[in-house]
């Protein structure tokens, strides 16, 4: 089995900056990529930003310019650099693996930001 453990969530500024950390652990072989995913107060929740373990990304029109996803793939952990953050930043946000050769999904628990305005 295996868990990922979202962390660097807290209370920041608008304009401000932070950086959450998705380690996982467990029986990993090789993943194939990782994704962050926002869910705002009574809101759905959206795929913001994701990465292959070879580096290709995507992200969500409302994040672009201002996150930036990697992966440290000797440490199986992602991270998601936020820069000049939003008041509609504020949510939980929830962390992805998808593992080779299955492509099986795991979830973590998620860490919440809150911007202030």
């Known amino acids: 089995q295996v868990q990922l453990v979202e962390s660097g969530g807290g209370l920041v500024q608008a304009g401000e900056s932070l950086t959450l950390s998705c380690a996982a652990s467990?029986?990993?072989?090789?993943?194939?990529?990782m994704a962050w995913y926002h869910q705002g107060l009574g809101e759905q929740r959206v795929l913001v930003a994701i990465?292959?373990?070879?580096?290709?990304?995507s992200y969500a029109d409302s994040v672009k310019g201002r996150f930036t996803i990697s992966i440290n793939n000797a440490k199986n952990t992602a991270y998601l650099q936020m820069i000049r953050v939003k008041p509609e930043d504020t949510g939980d946000y929830y962390c992805?693996?998808?593992?080779?050769?299955?492509?099986?999904?795991?979830w973590g628990q998620g860490t919440r930001v809150t911007v202030s305005s």
């Open positions: 992805t693996a998808r593992l080779l050769p299955t492509l099986t999904e795991y």
């Open positions: 467990g029986s990993i072989n090789i993943i194939h990529d």
């Open positions: 990465i292959h373990r070879e580096g290709v990304t």
